[in-house]
């Protein structure tokens, strides 16, 4: 039975593409209904694009209504020996200031006593003593240095010795070279002048010795040689001086500015320690100078203030040179005056109004000497915000013109996505309207656009600065009556504007606004659709159904009429002869 379902195959009437015909004909309505549903959509995803337009523009708006991007002053420096800088709050009244500045403040720091290592060696035997690292601050690098005129070869993997017999081989036995453990330094010794030193010398071996040229025949070092290994443990630091004042598993503690310092000294480094005073309240800035091999403690603020230090005897501060031996090198006050007045004394060199009485000025001389610090109105910060309310409210303007603008060329007339939308295009008219009124309650000369030399471009709905310079002479020189032209209240042009606004887009509070309860039945209008659309399929394939089943029982009709021929014809053939 299943082949009779080919269309015509019994009758020889293609009724499949004549029910295709007739369900193509019964879609047109559906047809419509997608049209609807895709224009809806255009002029949803233009309002959606709108919406965005408009809140880039409240957000201008709320540029122009912001007190602080009005009522704020600017500090320029002129005059000044070097590049000072200053700033200025709303609250700092308009005007020049004449400084002098005296004296810079300078931060008190105290340097602990030098030569706080062991030393390279406990004795003069160097033997044991590697050159790749004998614990100076520099090591001394592969080449070979000149004395005497006599180049000597530094091996890295020899000894200080190997080094020291190297000199007097080269040297003729001329030089001898030879340890002081007392003084942590090297002796050169010669009954006549030792010159040290080429300018083609490869080695940085006479600087890592600190030994120079002193036109005689003796030279040591400069200073003590060793330096604390600053990574290793405190107990295994080369100290000079052991810390005792530690408890039995090696905890220790002393303090800054009566702030506690922690340590121990089989688990901390100095680095360690350097990096937990520095982090703390204490109010000073540590470090190692391996130069000098001591400890400096240097307050973080300027001034002629103290720095105090406490620990029980033996313990990590006499072991660094910070109690007794110390040398506190005092800070200095900044001095300076004001308009030609008094002496000022400060303990920084940031002026603040504190310091000079001068309200919200801010000043950091960088050295001394004169400059004037004139206060003015910010006018390129106002304007800035002025430029971006006309860019986005041209944008705002630009756009509705281009999505509602119908257009005929040789009698064939074009619309646009929101041609037919005249409450939007009713709102283009309405911003234009706002933006040119008169501010009330103002003073003539400041209550329109056009007295800050903004205008209509002619021909457009669009905004331009027309007059440079007399917007810029306003922000300089009227901001107060540029400020109240944006800012006051209920009236004022932001205030307007921010109220027509919240109409078109809503509030925070809850409140719908006319767009997007425009979107909104948009929307609801194509879920409609979508339900039509989906009863009108559900309709269509009911009726292919019956149709297709009418057919099928033709063709069952017709199929069974032709086997019903073919046996009326088998039965009684026609024709032929008969016998007697």
Do not use: C
Request: hydrophobic share 40%; aromatic share 6%; net charge negative.
């Amino acid at each position: 039975m299943a082949s009779i379902q080919l269309s015509g195959l019994a009758s020889g009437f293609d009724w499949q593409s004549f029910v295709d015909t007739i369900m193509d004909l019964e879609r047109a309505p559906i047809n419509r209904l997608t049209l609807e549903k895709s224009d809806n959509q255009l002029k949803n995803n233009a309002l959606t694009t709108l919406d965005t337009n408009l809140k880039n523009l409240r957000s201008a708006v709320d540029g122009l209504a912001d007190v602080t991007n009005f009522a704020t002053h600017t500090a320029t420096v002129s005059g000044a020996s070097s590049s000072w800088t200053a700033s200025a709050t709303a609250s700092s009244a308009l005007g020049a200031h004449d400084f002098n500045i005296l004296a810079r403040a300078t931060a008190a720091r105290m340097e602990g006593a030098g030569d706080r290592s062991a030393g390279i060696a406990s004795s003069a035997d160097v033997s044991g003593v590697s050159l790749a690292s004998f614990g100076t601050a520099v090591n001394p690098s592969a080449g070979f240095f000149t004395i005497n005129g006599a180049q000597v070869t530094v091996d890295l993997g020899e000894s200080l010795q190997d080094l020291f017999d190297r000199i007097s081989t080269a040297t003729g036995g001329v030089v001898t070279a030879t340890y002081n453990a007392s003084t942590d330094g090297i002796e050169l010794a010669s009954a006549s002048p030792i010159v040290l030193g080429a300018a083609n010398d490869t080695s940085n071996f006479l600087s890592v010795a600190r030994l120079a040229n002193n036109g005689t025949g003796a030279i040591t070092s400069s200073s003590g040689l060793g330096t604390i290994n600053t990574t290793a443990t405190l107990a295994n630091a080369r100290l000079g001086t052991a810390i005792t004042a530690v408890d039995g598993s090696g905890n220790g503690s002393f303090s800054i500015n009566g702030v506690a310092i922690d340590y121990n000294v089989n688990s901390d480094s100095l680095a360690a320690v350097i990096k937990r005073i520095n982090q703390s309240t204490a109010g000073v800035t540590a470090s190692y100078d391996a130069v000098n091999d001591r400890m400096v403690l240097s307050n973080a603020k300027t001034g002629d203030l103290g720095i105090n230090v406490s620990e029980a005897s033996g313990g990590f501060l006499d072991a660094f040179g910070l109690t007794n031996s110390a040398t506190l090198v005092n800070g200095t006050n900044a001095r300076f005056t004001v308009d030609g007045g008094p002496e000022i004394v400060s303990t920084s060199n940031t002026l603040t109004e504190s310091d000079h009485g001068i309200a919200g000025l801010t000043l950091s001389a960088t050295t001394t000497g004169a400059g004037t610090v004139t206060v003015a109105n910010d006018a390129t910060g106002m304007r800035s915000k002025i430029d971006s309310f006309i860019s986005a409210y041209n944008t705002v303007q630009r756009y509705i013109e281009n999505q509602s603008k119908v257009s005929s060329s040789n009698g064939t007339v074009t619309t646009s996505t929101l041609s037919s939308n005249r409450e939007v295009q009713s709102w283009a008219t309405a911003m234009r309207r706002t933006v040119f009124e008169a501010v009330p309650g103002l003073t003539a000369s400041m209550d329109r656009l056009d007295d800050l030399g903004i205008d209509f471009v002619s021909g457009t709905n669009e905004l331009a600065v027309m007059d440079s310079a007399k917007l810029n002479t306003a922000l300089a020189d009227n901001a107060d009556d540029v400020v109240a032209f944006f800012q006051q209240t209920s009236t004022g042009f932001a205030s307007r504007l921010e109220t027509m606004l919240t109409g078109y887009l809503g509030d925070d509070y809850g409140t719908t606004g006319q767009l997007e309860a425009q979107r909104t039945l948009l929307t609801n209008s194509n879920t409609k659709i979508d339900q039509q659309i989906a009863d009108i399929e559900r309709r269509l394939v009911q009726r292919r159904a019956l149709l297709e089943s009418g057919f099928i029982a033709m063709e069952t009709a017709q199929s069974k009429m032709n086997q019903m021929q073919t046996q009326l014809t088998n039965a009684f053939p026609t024709g032929g002869s008969s016998s007697s």
